[in-house]
């Protein structure tokens, strides 16, 4: 299938030991000088990149605590070793997020601490090279920036900073990643990830509503640019084309009717990811943020619901009111972004939603946190809604369940190893390795449970796992949507259904 | 006073002043530098009581660690303890036993809990340097102050055993000299080499908090995604940095 191999699945995890530069070689496209000028960094590596790089460190420290505090504090304890998916995957040492961050460390030590300027064997710290700039470019696009370190160091150290930190020192000095680059610059022009266009995008949904009309009988709406609806749902481009995106944007649709709400996607804003947070650029999550504000302001609607998706709803539940708030203007009496699970939660607790379980009676699902979802965000108003949540609507849909192994689910959650900015057929090798963990806990549950389908609430994760799933010896299509699990079993009003089969109690 | 007095007592005043200035000014660093998003690791607590609980249980129970690795958790936590429980028996050093606290400080349980402290921290820092030699991983992650560090603290616990458990010092000069640099008024060092040894290797610690690893003590309190409320949809959240951007933001 491709040039490397695909990780033997375990019966039970196992603590790999390690191989020296096992990964060495692996690094994304570098970006063009056209896809470094939209997003204001120099098209290629400067003449002076070493002082710009220190320089650029400097001044990142005097802004982000996080950078400063995390570079201090690691005693190198190990505990952090063994949590990184991409380091179970691939057994490279790099891959150890503390091994990760001392890439950067170790010239943080050279240049801006004591120990380091007067004793840098001592303390493991080194010039800034070309060797280790290209080190740097490597192993920094290696991490998913998906944060289970965080949970596990005694500090909270969180790698996903570091990295962040590298890719904008990196973006700086001109030597840029050409997959999230290219993409943050379609999102400036067109407004998404695709460079879709609005008469294109028209025509997607006009075609989803037939479809849907086809198979229920109902005429759904999927409303783009319609000033004044009440809801602006923003939701990740691929939920226009890719599979099984798409059936959870007719899941959406379908609550949206049902709920009797007026909504509109916009075409000025159709992107919910924002990959400036991959690359670590304030500015530029800023401006892709900025639009999905001005499209509200101008559409003039009193909500925003997001879509599945995991960097995106971080951006959006943690970062929107910064960047891009306040959102005074919107109705106050409901949380702002709102997302798409919590409409559809709320909907079930009032019993505003009909379903036939047993329409999903074939399959027996099982869910994967999206690690940006799991570790950065919350739903609802307790600690843990997302983990609760998204689980009490599949619940509420179909009648098997059944979660994975506890150390690979909610809080500890493994990366689909596809996020950060590395879902791009030039990292393939890093990508499927990197999911060997999470392919390992589901082969556990397929193995032990029969379980047929395991439903995600990630753009990222689906298009991974899609790609990923056939190395493993599963099936592309065992990954569903959340919302395609609603969509399945959602009795529309006015829907022809078996009245036998129909399971009249919403709960 | 001796030539040797004099030169550990100039050690010890600039030892303590490195201290304070080096941390001081780091602490300070940290004060100054803005979290400019919200990057709590989730599931957070969503009040500043929550936090402070969060924060309360990772410095008194090592959570995080915990959940992480039993057998880093058990020496780290031991180690740490042992350590708190030394720091207390020592405290006789400098108050007397005239007041409230120096009476708690004479208390038997007070010293020999201290006294016997000593065995759990070495227990301790052999296990962490048992994994730092023995576990792969952690060997390769170890740079030569990793193993100096712990050899450090290795040598200053079996002096102060050396001394409470073999061959004892005379307390009362001890603590005339401790109490002479707080005092201002310097006393005679106790010529014993078992305490020279422990005193200077203290000194040494002192000197190296601030451009080291043991900066993780302030450093714990002042992490992000451990400090940080769980309320970004409640409050924005800008840094004085991010001010002019706000200002000048947009697409149109
Ligand atoms: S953030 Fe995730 S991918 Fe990056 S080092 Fe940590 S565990 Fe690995
Ligand atoms: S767990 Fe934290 S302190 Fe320990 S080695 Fe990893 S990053 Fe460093």
Avoid at chain 1, 6 to 20: A, D, F, G, N
Avoid at chain 1, 100 to 114: A, E, H
Avoid at chain 1, 366 to 388: L, Y
Avoid at chain 1, 402 to 409: F, L, N, S
Wanted: with cysteine.
């Amino acid at each position: 299938m491709a040039d490397f191999e695909t990780p033997v699945l375990q019966k039970y995890p196992v603590i790999p030991s390690i191989t020296i530069d096992a990964m060495k070689d692996s690094a994304p496209f570098v970006a063009k000088p056209e896809h470094q000028d939209p997003l204001g960094f120099p098209g290629e590596l400067v003449d002076d990149w070493k002082d710009r790089a220190i320089e650029k460190m400097g001044e990142l420290l005097g802004k982000y605590r996080s950078f400063q505090v995390y570079l201090d504090s690691c005693v190198k304890c190990g505990a952090c070793t063994d949590k990184c998916h991409y380091f179970l995957g691939t057994t490279d040492p790099k891959n150890m997020p503390v091994a990760r961050q001392d890439l950067l460390r170790s010239v943080y030590r050279r240049y801006f601490t004591f120990a380091g300027k007067y004793f840098p064997k001592l303390v493991g710290a080194r010039d800034l090279t070309k060797e280790v700039l290209d080190e740097w470019y490597s192993y920094f696009h290696q991490c998913s920036q998906c944060r289970r370190c965080s949970v596990y160091c005694p500090y909270g150290i969180d790698t996903a900073e570091i990295s962040m930190a590298a890719r904008e020192i990196l973006d700086s000095v001109g030597v840029g990643q050409k997959y999230c680059n290219e993409i943050i610059a379609k999102v400036h022009k067109v407004g998404n990830n695709l460079g879709l266009p609005e008469p294109a995008l028209k025509d997607t949904l006009e075609g989803l509503e037939e479809d849907i009309e086809d198979d229920t009988g109902v005429k759904v709406r999927l409303p783009l640019d319609e000033k004044g609806a009440d809801i602006l749902l923003i939701t990740p481009s691929a939920d226009f084309f890719a599979e099984p995106h798409i059936d959870g944007l007719i899941g959406y649709a379908k609550v949206f009717h049902e709920a009797g709400v007026s909504w509109t996607l916009s075409s000025y804003a159709s992107e919910a990811a924002n990959f400036g947070m991959f690359i670590g650029s304030y500015e530029n999550m800023q401006k892709v943020a900025m639009r999905i504000r001005e499209a509200a302001l101008d559409l003039g609607v009193k909500r925003i619901v997001h879509g599945e998706c995991g960097h995106a709803w971080r951006v959006a539940y943690s970062f929107w009111n910064t960047l891009a708030g306040p959102f005074d203007f919107l109705d106050p009496n409901y949380p702002v972004p709102q997302h798409i699970c919590e409409f559809t939660y709320d909907l079930i607790q009032k019993n505003k939603l009909r379903f036939d379980k047993s329409q999903n009676d074939h399959r027996v699902v099982t869910f994967h946190d999206s690690c940006n979802v799991a570790r950065a965000t919350r739903m609802g108003d307790k600690p843990g809604g997302q983990f609760e949540i998204p689980r009490a609507i599949i619940k509420t849909v179909c009648n098997n369940y059944v979660d994975m192994d506890p150390d690979t689910i909610k809080e500890g959650t493994y990366c689909c190893g596809g996020g950060g900015g590395l879902l791009t057929d030039d990292l393939m090798e890093i990508r499927v390795k990197g999911a060997m963990p999470r392919m390992q806990a589901l082969n556990e549950v397929v193995e032990e449970h029969g379980v047929t389908n395991m439903a995600a609430i990630c753009a990222i994760c689906k298009s991974q796992f899609t790609k990923v799933l056939p190395y493993y010896k599963m099936g592309m299509d065992m990954i569903v949507s959340v919302h395609q699990l609603v969509s399945d079993a959602l009795i529309l009003t006015g829907q022809e259904v078996d009245d036998d089969e129909a399971d009249e109690d919403a709960a | 006073m001796s030539a040797l007095s004099v030169s550990y007592v100039i050690l010890f005043y600039a030892a303590i002043g490195i201290l304070v200035v080096g941390l001081g000014s780091r602490i300070l660093r940290y004060v100054k530098t803005p979290a400019p998003l919200k990057i709590p690791t989730m599931p957070a607590p969503v009040t500043k009581s929550g936090v402070v609980m969060r924060l309360g249980r990772e410095v008194v129970f090592f959570e995080s660690l915990f959940k992480s690795n039993k057998w880093t958790w058990i020496f780290g936590w031991l180690f740490h303890v042992s350590l708190l429980l030394a720091f207390f028996r020592h405290l006789r050093y400098v108050i007397g036993p005239d007041n409230i606290l120096g009476m708690l400080i004479g208390l038997e349980i007070v010293q020999s809990f201290g006294k016997y402290a000593s065995y759990t921290m070495v227990i301790g820092l052999l296990g962490l340097l048992g994994r730092r030699l023995f576990v792969e991983r952690v060997r390769y992650i170890s740079s030569p102050s990793d193993y100096l560090m712990l050899l450090l603290l290795l040598s200053i616990a079996a002096t102060g055993m050396l001394m409470t458990f073999v061959s004892h010092i005379d307390i009362m000069q001890l603590r005339d000299f401790a109490v002479g640099l707080f005092i201002l008024q310097p006393a005679n060092v106790p010529d014993s080499p078992l305490i020279l040894i422990h005193l200077a290797l203290v000194a040494l610690l002192m000197i190296i908090f601030p451009v080291s690893k043991l900066l993780h003590a302030p450093g714990v309190f002042f992490s992000p995604t451990r400090n940080q409320v769980d309320n970004a949809r409640e409050q924005r959240h800008i840094a004085d940095w991010a001010v002019p951007l706000d200002e000048t933001r947009g697409n149109k």
